[in-house]
């Protein structure tokens, strides 16, 4: 028999999603398609006027245990199952009464549907199909004689395909639909999986942990034009973010973009409450962060702080985007700028930089939201809790002189900052406004020196009598391990320290702070971010 076309003389429909089933079960009926169904499904079809067979009374057998059970039967199966060129199984299919099917229709219980919505439990349970993904993985076995559709875009495809060739499907479409129907259920099972460890049973590190995502966009490349990339959703159940923004206008989004894109959303979500606050991002470490009385204020302090890097750059506020807001930013060249929202005046600014993204999140995530982090290495996955602690609380003065209030607000916007600067971080901040920042180096000494240096050339850019750092308060994401690092940021004018502490020259260094007049936090904590 030939095995490439495999005409449709038999289906069987059961969806939960009914989007187009009515315009592809009148196309199958159309050409003499046999239809098989179950509960509302076939209820639906009936009232669309087509004929339809129960599963019930296909295989003779009734549903039972409130519809648990109805396709769980060797009727059904064995039509699925069976090979139609294997003499055996055509033997034993004319035994026992089993007419072949052609073609599965089938979406599963709205599982992770049920998990959003908050339902109890019983609940979440009954909505975990057992005969779908059965039928789903029969036929999906057998797609050298069975097609299987999962997916309601699918079905002006198929239609389309069974116009073309006498109401049959080819062997290829049969293999690609297959391969869909394997990654849903496989899709499914991991957020059953994910929801029984984490939700119902409590565990933070699974001994399986599932990782399901599904393809958002192909991008052009990855960080680097020879590399290719893709950018995948989490499937299922979500909170929001960068993948969740919706893309006013602008180019398509790179690798690069997105990456850089979400750290400025994780950093900005730190002020969601706060007064409007800007943060320009480069290579994903923050080049400048500032508050202000409004976002276009807040932009500039930002901007002030290093406007060379700042060229190019993405920029995150973490509130609605004005007209006035809109036009500063757009003075120079930008790629990304996240917001939660734009009025239409900020939006009209906007398109007049056709190759500028705006992405509008909606509510900021939760600066505090739990959740794993997952970073690849070579042969495996590391794994771990989200850094989400924000102000600390059992920070404690450790110098003779305390912070004056002034100060400490400056000693925490800028540990705010560090927490999102990549490590060794060093972060001058004075007035809600970073002065400085040094990120990435490979000595804490260097990221001092460097946040200072370029204090110095944005000073003399701004032609300012003073330098930024002069009176600033300093943030250290680690320990300071010996005294050459404070004692840099003093020679800077820094007045005041936050720094974890821990070291086991943490006494050399709360000596060098109190020689130099200064104030010192140690909060307990690191932000080591790599």
């Known amino acids: 028999m030939n095995t490439d ?94 007419a072949p099917i052609d073609l599965v229709v089938v979406n599963l219980y709205p599982f992770a549907a049920t998990v959003a919505r908050g339902a109890d439990r019983p609940d979440i349970i009954e909505n975990i199909d057992i005969g779908g993904p059965s039928m789903v993985r029969s036929a999906a076995k057998n797609h050298g004689f069975v097609a299987i559709i999962t997916d309601p875009a699918d079905y002006p495809a198929i239609i389309a395909e069974l116009d073309a060739n006498d109401g049959a499907t080819r062997l290829e479409t049969r293999k690609r639909l297959a391969a869909k129907a394997f990654a849903a259920t496989a899709t499914y099972d991991s957020m059953i999986a994910s929801w029984f460890a984490f939700a119902d049973q409590g565990q933070m590190f699974p001994e399986t942990l599932p990782i399901i995502a599904q393809r958002g966009d192909v991008l052009r490349y990855g960080e680097n034009p020879h590399q290719q990339a893709a950018f ?5 159940p979500h909170g929001r973010g960068i993948g969740q923004a919706t893309q006013v206008q602008g180019k398509e989004l790179s690798y690069n973009n997105l990456n850089d894109a979400d750290g400025a959303l994780d950093l900005i979500a730190e002020f969601a409450d706060g007064p409007p606050t800007v943060a320009i991002i480069k290579h994903a470490n923050p080049c400048g962060v500032a508050q202000g009385a409004t976002l276009a204020e807040a932009y500039a302090k930002a901007l002030a702080c290093d406007p060379v890097s700042a060229f190019g750059g993405i920029i995150a506020v973490n509130r609605p985007l004005d007209e006035a807001a809109a036009l500063a930013m757009t003075a120079i060249f930008t790629e990304v700028v996240v917001a ?32 794993l982090t997952v970073k690849t290495i070579t042969g495996g996955y590391l794994v771990q809790t989200r850094d989400n602690t924000g102000i600390p609380e059992g920070r404690k003065v450790v110098t003779k002189r305390a912070p004056t209030p002034q100060e400490e607000a400056d000693m925490l916007f800028a540990w705010l900052v560090a927490k999102h600067t990549k490590s060794n ?106």
């Open 425 to 530: 971080a060093i972060v001058y901040a004075k007035g809600g406004a970073t002065a400085g920042i040094g990120a990435g180096q490979m000595s804490r000494l260097d990221s001092a020196r460097i946040a200072a240096w370029k204090a110095r050339d944005a000073a003399e850019t701004a032609g300012w009598a003073q330098v930024a750092t002069i009176g600033s308060a300093v943030a250290s994401d680690a320990f300071f391990p010996f005294a050459d690092g404070l004692i840099a940021a003093a020679d800077a004018g820094a007045t005041a320290i936050i720094q974890p502490g821990g070291s086991i020259r943490d006494a050399e260094v709360i000596a060098a702070a109190d020689e130099r007049g200064l104030a010192m936090i140690f909060t307990g904590e690191r932000h080591f971010r790599h």
């Open 5 to 98: 076309h495999v005409k449709i003389t038999r289906a069987l429909l059961s969806v939960s999603d009914k989007t187009g089933l009515i315009e592809l079960g009148q196309a199958l009926a159309k050409r003499g398609v046999a239809l098989l169904s179950t509960g509302g499904t076939a209820k639906a079809l009936r009232d669309a006027g087509l004929d339809v067979t129960d599963v019930s009374d296909h295989t003779g057998f009734p549903e039972m245990m409130d519809g648990r059970v109805k396709t769980l039967h060797p009727t059904i199966h064995g039509g699925l199952l069976a090979l139609r060129d294997d003499a055996g199984h055509v033997a034993s299919m004319t035994e026992h009464g089993i």
């Open 232 to 236: 995948y959703l989490p499937a299922g």
């Open 340 to 371: 939660p929202s734009a009025d239409d005046a900020a939006k009209a600014v906007f398109a007049s930089k056709k190759n500028l993204r705006l992405l509008l999140t909606g509510d900021l995530p939760n600066a505090g939201r739990g959740g």
